[in-house]
Nanobody, 125 residues
Framework: QVQLVESGGGLVQAGGSLRLSCAAS????????ISWYRQAPGKEREFVAA????????YYAVSVKGRFTISRDNAKNTVTLQMNSLKPEDTALYYC??????????????????WGQGTQVTVSS
């Protein structure tokens, strides 16, 4: 049974930092591109950051580039999202998604194979 479990969310003041983790079980994470998405109340889910199977390539949404960093440890089946200089507009439920792809590339689309349950990030002004 495949599971993705996010953790690390919480309440932080604007300008602060949080580190989110996505722990995968039931799959070989090195076979999957992993991405982070977020959904704010009343808005559609949006792409945040993505990392390739090996971790050698990353891609970020314009709104978070330069503030967020995605990384992965395939030996531990874990992907992390380091979020710095947080803004109130970063407030959302953050999800990780796994997409099995043949090539060592990242995936930024909505059609992932597996989703986690989400972790709440709230940034106060």
């Amino acid at each position: 049974q495949v599971q993705l479990v996010e953790s690390g969310g919480g309440l932080v003041q604007a300008g602060g930092s949080l580190r989110l983790s996505c722990a995968a079980s039931g799959l070989t994470s090195g076979s999957y591109a992993i991405s982070w998405y977020r959904q704010a109340p009343g808005k559609e889910r949006e792409f945040v950051a993505a990392i390739s199977r090996s971790g050698g390539m990353t891609y970020y949404a314009v709104s978070v580039k330069g503030r967020f960093t995605i990384s992965r440890d395939n030996a531990k089946n874990t992907v992390t999202l380091q979020m710095n200089s947080l803004k109130p507009e970063d407030t959302a439920l953050y999800y990780c998604g796994a997409k099995k792809i043949a090539s060592d590339y990242y995936y930024i689309g909505p059609f992932v194979d597996y989703w986690g349950q989400g972790t709440q990030v709230t940034v106060s002004s």
